[in-house]
C-alpha cells in the first residue's frame, strides 16, 4: 500500500512562489505516475499536473502551463509541485496522488498555500 | 479544457438509489473508458470509489456502480447510508493526454 505524506502549511507573498513535496512510502515509487489537484476553499477538485518518475517526463493543464513545475527525485521517492508568480486565486489545498491506469488510488494528506499580503 | 458537468447536489433517504451524472465531450468522456469516481468528507482528502467506468476497488461497498453512455458516465449509490453524505467528483482522461475533474455533487442523505 502506497502512502503519500506531504509538506507542512505554507503562507505566500503575491508573486513570490512555492514548493510543495510528496514523500511516497509502499510500492515502487518508479511504477506509478504522481499527479497534483488543488482545492480552493468550498471548490471542487483541480488536476494540475503529473509526472512519471521513471522517465522524468512531466505534463500540465493548459491553464497552469508556464507557472507550474513538477518535478521528482527517484533516490528519495519524492514528487515536487513547484507553482511561481502567485495571486489570490491560488489559495487551496494541493494534493498529490498516486495514479495507475488513469485512476488516482492514494493521496496526500494535502498542503494549504496561503497567498496573501 | 473545461470541468465536466455534474449537478450541484442530490438527495435521498436511507435505503433509496440515487445517481450522479458527468457529462464531458467526445474528446474525454466519451472517447475513453477512463473515467473515475471519488468521494469527499468535508475536510478529507477523496478516495477512489470506481475507476475505469465501472470497476471498484477492494473494500468499496457494491451498492456503489458507475456506467457510461456517451459523453455521459453516472455513478450510482443503492441502498443510501449516511455515511455516504460527502461530496463526489468524476474525472475523466482527455484527448490532450491530461485529465479534467467534473464539477463536484453533494450528496445529502435526508
Known amino acids: 500500500q502506497v502512502q503519500l505524506v506531504q509538506s507542512g502549511a505554507e503562507v505566500k507573498k503575491p508573486g513570490s512562489s512555492v514548493k510543495v513535496s510528496c514523500k511516497a512510502s509502499g510500492g515502487t515509487f518508479s511504477s506509478y505516475a504522481i499527479s497534483w489537484v488543488r482545492q480552493a476553499p468550498g471548490q471542487g477538485l483541480e488536476w494540475m499536473g503529473r509526472?512519471?518518475?521513471?522517465?522524468?517526463?512531466?505534463n500540465y493543464a493548459q491553464k497552469f502551463q508556464g507557472r507550474v513545475t513538477i518535478t521528482a527525485d527517484k533516490s528519495t521517492s519524492t514528487a515536487y509541485m513547484e507553482l511561481s508568480s502567485l495571486r489570490s486565486e491560488d489559495t487551496a489545498v494541493y494534493y498529490c496522488a498516486s495514479e495507475r491506469g488513469h485512476h488516482y488510488d492514494y493521496w496526500g494528506q494535502g498542503t494549504l498555500v496561503t497567498v496573501s499580503s | 479544457q473545461s470541468a465536466l458537468t455534474q449537478p450541484p447536489s442530490v438527495s435521498g433517504s436511507p435505503g433509496q438509489s440515487v445517481t450522479i451524472s458527468c457529462t464531458g465531450t467526445?474528446?474525454?468522456?466519451?472517447?475513453?473508458?477512463?473515467v473515475s469516481w471519488y468521494q469527499q468528507p468535508p475536510g478529507t482528502a477523496p478516495k477512489l470509489m470506481i475507476y475505469?467506468?465501472?470497476n471498484r476497488p477492494s473494500g468499496v461497498p457494491d451498492r456503489f456502480s458507475g456506467s457510461k453512455s456517451g459523453n455521459t458516465a453516472s455513478l450510482t449509490i443503492s441502498g443510501l447510508q449516511a455515511e455516504d453524505e460527502a461530496d463526489y467528483y468524476c474525472?475523466?482522461?482527455?484527448?490532450?493526454?491530461?485529465?479534467?475533474f467534473g464539477t463536484g455533487t453533494k450528496v445529502t442523505v435526508l
Open positions: 509526472i512519471i518518475p521513471i522517465l522524468g517526463i512531466a
Open positions: 475505469e467506468v465501472s
Open positions: 467526445s474528446s474525454d468522456v466519451g472517447s475513453y473508458n477512463r
Open positions: 474525472s475523466s482522461y482527455t484527448s490532450s493526454s491530461t485529465y479534467v
